[in-house]
C-alpha cells in the first residue's frame, strides 16, 4: 500500500509496507507510534552514516556539541547526561573514551569537591565543528518539507514528547 506522491516527488510506502506487515494496525495511535520509531531508527542511522569517518559516535557527537555550547565553562557530568538527545547510563564511559581522544577535559569542580565539571579542549571543538560542516552539507531528508510542514512536524513531535513525560518519572528521579 502506497500514500499519493506530494510535489513530484516517489510514491512513499507506508509503515505496514515497509515493516512487512500484512494486517492492518488495530489502532491508528498503534500505527503512529510504530511509524515514529521506524523513522527514529532511520534518521539515526543517517546520521550515524555522517559522523562515522570523524571516528565519533552519535552520542559522542551529541556531548561535544553539549560542551561546544557551554564553552568556557563547561558542565557537570549530570548536566550532560540530562541534556542528552537519548538517554545513557553509561555517561561516565562516554565522558572516558572522548577524553582518551583528547576531545574533553575534566576536573573535579573547586566549590563541590563531589561534582566533575567536562569542558571540550580545542581539538574536540575542532571535531564537532568539522562534522557539524558534513552533516549540513549532506542532502538533509528533513529539507524535502516545507517550512509549514517543518513547523508543524515539530509542534506534533512536542505534543507527542510532553505526553509521553507526564507518564515519566523525571530524568534527575531515574539517576538517584
Known amino acids: 500500500m502506497t500514500r499519493k506522491p506530494r ?16 494486517r492492518p494496525f488495530a489502532l491508528r495511535s498503534e500505527e503512529a507510534t510504530v511509524n515514529l520509531l521506524l523513522t ?4 539515526r542511522r543517517w546520521g550515524e ?3 562515522a569517518s570523524s571516528g565519533v559516535t552519535l552520542q559522542q557527537y551529541n556531548v561535544l556539541r553539549i560542551l ?18 537519548e538517554q545513557t547510563p553509561g555517561i561516565t564511559r562516554l565522558l572516558d573514551r572522548l577524553e582518551r581522544k ?29 562534522i557539524t560542516a558534513i552533516i549540513r552539507k549532506a542532502r538533509q531528508p528533513m529539507n524535502r518539507l516545507s517550512q509549514k510542514d517543518l513547523g508543524r512536524l515539530i509542534g506534533l513531535l512536542d505534543a507527542v514528547r510532553q505526553a509521553h ?12
Open 49 to 51: 552514516s555522517l559522523v
Open 68 to 85: 561546544r555550547g557551554s564553552r568556557p565553562d563547561g558542565l557537570p557530568t549530570l548536566e550532560i547526561a540530562a541534556r542528552m538527545i
Open 40 to 43: 527514529a531508527d532511520v534518521v
Open 102 to 130: 583528547g576531545l574533553i577535559r575534566r576536573r573535579r569542580c573547586s566549590t563541590d569537591r563531589r561534582q566533575v565539571l567536562c569542558a571540550i579542549t580545542d581539538k574536540g571543538l575542532a571535531q564537532v565543528n568539522a
Open 7 to 22: 510535489d513530484g516527488a516517489p510514491a512513499a510506502a507506508d509503515v505496514a509496507t515497509d515493516i512487512k506487515q500484512g
Open 165 to 176: 513525560r507526564r507518564s515519566l518519572p523525571r530524568r534527575a528521579e531515574s539517576i538517584t
